[in-house]
């Protein structure tokens, strides 16, 4: 079972899941659950159609599957880009922790592997002098700002999963971080999107802050490789950090994104940023547990998705594209 299916995580999953079965004939069956599986339908009609997938269209909250049984589970139903206000958050806050209850509740013995799809923003703030963030980083986000509800959101929805791992559920946990590549939001909240279309479409890159905060990006097909290691082979009752090591400042990443995709040049246009303003996880954990390493490079992953968009944009139809169009990537 994948929740969350229609995300940007779910399509790549599905399709690359799918092309394992096509190559490997495991005779994969998978259950899908989206709130919109139309939307999903309209751009990929050959993932939605695939006879290997059956659709349950529900709020995860009120996801009933009693009668079904599963091997492993994905749970990664959770939008991250939503309205700022109260009733917002206090509903994406809701969801994420009856949507886990909910997904636990629907393994049972016979499940192999649950994976809860987290993210690093559980660490909350990064300290002075702190290079990267370790899973047993002490810290958390500040519980008294309402804005930080999808963080806290994950810690508990992370702690279900612990309780739910000591009473012998097999749950692993991969806090995923930063990412790029093909069908991720392009005019949303994150920076590296917004770079590559201003640059694609001929706009300046302006940079709406001095340029000095830190972040890292991976790969989408390192992601998934990734997730199902994790799900697979992860320690139980783990937390595993997903993401790049190699940190770039944002003045440095909308530098590489004009060089590589051919923009207008770069515009500084914001206020100084706070000195520990960084995001990059350490992955010692995962790379010594599973032996994982990364293989898309930051240059190759930015020159990849300004192609990808390059090519939406030419056919003027920036999110309608169809399986084969993931598969030239991976």
Same mark, same amino acid.
């Given at each position: 079972?994948?929740?969350? #299916?229609?995300?940007?995580?779910?399509?790549?999953?599905?399709?690359?899941?799918?092309? #394992? @079965?096509?190559?490997?004939?495991?005779?994969?069956?998978?259950?899908?659950?989206?709130?919109?599986?139309?939307?999903?339908?309209?751009?990929?009609?050959?993932?939605?159609?695939?006879?290997? /997938?059956?659709?349950?269209?529900?709020? *995860? +909250?009120?996801?009933?599957?009693?009668?079904?049984?599963?091997?492993?589970?994905? &749970?990664?139903?959770?939008?991250? /880009? *939503?309205?700022?206000?109260?009733?917002?958050?206090?509903?994406?806050?809701?969801?994420?922790?009856?949507?886990?209850?909910?997904?636990? !509740?629907?393994?049972?013995? +016979?499940?192999?592997?649950?994976?809860?799809?987290?993210?690093?923003?559980?660490?909350?703030?990064?300290?002075?002098?702190?290079?990267?963030?370790?899973?047993? &980083?002490?810290?958390?986000?500040?519980?008294?700002?309402?804005?930080? #509800?999808?963080?806290?959101?994950?810690?508990?929805?992370?702690?279900?999963?612990?309780?739910?791992?000591?009473?012998?559920?097999?749950? !692993?946990?991969?806090?995923?971080?930063?990412?790029?590549?093909?069908?991720?939001?392009?005019?949303?909240?994150?920076?590296?999107?917004?770079?590559?279309?201003?640059?694609?479409?001929? !706009?300046?890159?302006?940079?709406?802050?001095?340029?000095?905060?830190?972040?890292?990006?991976?790969?989408?097909?390192?992601?998934?490789?990734?997730?199902?290691?994790?799900?697979? !082979? $992860?320690?139980? $009752?783990?937390?595993?950090?997903?993401?790049?090591?190699?940190?770039?400042?944002?003045?440095?990443?909308?530098?590489?994104?004009?060089?590589?995709?051919?923009?207008?040049?770069?515009?500084?246009?914001?206020?100084?940023?706070?000195?520990?303003?960084?995001?990059?996880?350490?992955?010692?954990?995962?790379?010594?547990?599973?032996?994982?390493?990364?293989?898309?490079?930051? @240059?190759?992953?930015?020159?990849?998705?300004?192609?990808?968009?390059?090519?939406?944009?030419?056919?003027?139809?920036?999110?309608? *594209?169809?399986?084969?169009?993931?598969? +030239?990537?991976?």
């Amino acid at each position: 079972m994948l929740t969350g #299916a229609t995300g940007w995580f779910g399509v790549w999953l599905l399709d690359v899941l799918f092309m #394992a @079965d096509d190559a490997l004939a495991l005779g994969l069956r998978i259950t899908a659950v989206s709130r919109d599986p139309g939307r999903c339908r309209a751009r990929f009609p050959q993932l939605t159609d695939d006879p290997r /997938v059956t659709w349950i269209q529900c709020d *995860v +909250r009120r996801l009933k599957v009693e009668s079904l049984r599963f091997d492993y589970i994905i &749970h990664g139903a959770t939008d991250t /880009v *939503v309205s700022r206000s109260a009733d917002a958050q206090l509903e994406m806050y809701d969801t994420i922790i009856d949507g886990t209850r909910q997904v636990i !509740r629907a393994a049972d013995n +016979r499940c192999k592997g649950l994976l809860l799809v987290s993210s690093g923003a559980i660490y909350g703030p990064a300290k002075p002098g702190q290079g990267r963030f370790l899973e047993s &980083h002490p810290a958390g986000p500040d519980p008294s700002l309402p804005g930080n #509800a999808y963080a806290e959101g994950k810690r508990a929805a992370e702690q279900l999963g612990a309780i739910a791992a000591s009473r012998g559920l097999p749950i !692993r946990i991969a806090r995923c971080f930063a990412f790029v590549g093909p069908h991720m939001p392009f005019d949303k909240h994150f920076a590296i999107g917004n770079f590559i279309a201003d640059a694609v479409d001929g !706009r300046p890159i302006r940079v709406k802050s001095d340029g000095l905060p830190q972040r890292s990006y991976m790969y989408m097909t390192d992601l998934v490789r990734a997730l199902i290691e994790i799900l697979t !082979r $992860g320690r139980i $009752g783990v937390a595993y950090n997903v993401g790049s090591e190699e940190a770039v400042t944002i003045d440095e990443l909308a530098q590489r994104v004009d060089r590589i995709a051919g923009g207008r040049g770069v515009m500084i246009d914001g206020s100084p940023s706070d000195p520990a303003d960084r995001y990059i996880p350490d992955t010692t954990r995962l790379q010594r547990d599973l032996g994982y390493a990364p293989e898309v490079s930051l @240059d190759s992953a930015i020159h990849n998705t300004a192609a990808w968009y390059r090519m939406q944009v030419q056919r003027r139809q920036p999110q309608s *594209v169809e399986r084969e169009s993931i598969r +030239r990537e991976i």
